[in-house]
């Protein structure tokens, strides 16, 4: 499959970790939109939350047990915001669901 997270997950593309375990994979986002900006991602291939089931929504649940102590890794002590964008609406660009956590600094009281 033809996924850049699923290479960046292989290390066939080059990326900086913060975070892995058997099941999920934290990097810098290479064009950071807030002093910290962070992608949380599953290792098996999803492709969005269109894709979320009840087979597979275990992973999200760690995902999101982890990602205190992924914020705290990287310096987020007063707070960050969880986005997962989905389809072209919401501008998708990479189809392998990630979430983005965003904080370092104040952020936009505005989503959208
Ligand atoms: P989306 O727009 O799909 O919600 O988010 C995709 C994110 O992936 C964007 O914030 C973009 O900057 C990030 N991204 C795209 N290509 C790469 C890459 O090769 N390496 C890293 N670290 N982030 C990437
Ligand atoms: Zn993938």
Same mark, same amino acid.
């Given at each position: ?13 080059? +990326? ?26 599953? =290792? ?12 597979? +929504? ?25 986005? +997962? ?24 009281? =505005?989503?959208?």
């Amino acid at each position: 499959m033809n996924c850049l997270f699923c290479k960046i997950i292989a290390g066939e593309i080059p +990326s900086t970790k913060v975070y892995e375990d058997e099941k999920i994979f934290a990097f810098k986002d290479i064009n950071p939109q807030a002093p910290v900006h962070v992608l949380v991602i599953p =290792k098996m291939h999803i492709a969005c939350v269109d894709e979320i089931t009840e087979e597979n +929504s275990a992973i999200v649940a760690h995902i999101f047990q982890n990602i205190p102590k992924i914020a705290k890794l990287c310096g987020l002590e007063n707070g960050y915001r969880v986005i +997962s964008n989905c389809g072209d609406d919401a501008c998708q660009t990479v189809k392998h669901l990630h979430f983005h956590v965003i904080g370092g600094a104040k952020l936009a009281e =505005k989503m959208a």
